[in-house]
């Protein structure tokens, strides 16, 4: 039976990882090789310093974290290779603050309007929990640490979650929604902080009401 248990999770571990990497493959190339291929959206300025420069900020610091953020939960990187751990984990954070700055300034031009305060939040959440998980392993608290990694990159996967709908049609989340800023909006406020709720009930309330029943018994 555990051999089961065992096998399942490596395959469901598998599946996740796979299907992590390959939406940020493709949010990597829709966006980041398209703009450096001379994609410009229309929604941004035309001149490098107005606001062009704040998305090469987002990209940058996007691919960083991208790239970094799944080598920090991989326990056979972490255990064999600590010193390349712990590079990436100081790359992955100065691509956080990369985020949170450019995410301050492109929530203002956002051609969605009702989204630019969930864009402000979530840019926000990523470098708080960011800044809590490093404040967390000086102190040598890697419990905390762990949680306000995945804390983080959930953050990190909720600006490529957004555009999921350009993949893969959202009416079965949302209905047919036929207004495409309201569709956005809808799917930039699900996307910003239902995963976060979800992370929550599995780290903290689940093992918190566990070991409430432990005691009890």
Known sequence: MNSIRSLSWSLFQVFFWGLIIWLSFYFFMD???????????????????????????????????LVLGPTQFWPFIRNRY?????MAGKAYMFGILLIGI???????????VPCRISLTLLGLFAVLS?????????????????QMMVR????????????????????????SIEDPVFKRTVNEYFFSFVPLIIAEIL????????????RTK
């Open 102 to 112: 450019s995410v301050a300034r492109l929530a203002l031009v956002s051609y969605c």
């Open 82 to 86: 600590l010193a390349f751990h712990r």
């Open 130 to 146: 960011t800044l809590f998980a490093w404040k967390a392993i000086l102190a040598r608290s890697i419990k905390t640490h762990r």
């Open 152 to 175: 983080s990159y959930i953050c990190v996967l909720g600006f490529v979650a957004v555009r999921l709908d350009q993949v893969l049609p959202m009416d079965f989340l949302f209905g």
């Open 31 to 65: 966006n980041v090789i398209a703009f450096f291929y001379g994609y410009r959206s229309k929604n941004f300025g035309t001149t490098f310093f107005n606001n062009q420069f704040w998305m090469v900020l987002h990209l940058l610091g996007g691919t960083l974290t």
């Open 203 to 214: 780290m903290i309330w689940i093992p918190s009401v566990s070991r409430l029943k432990r």
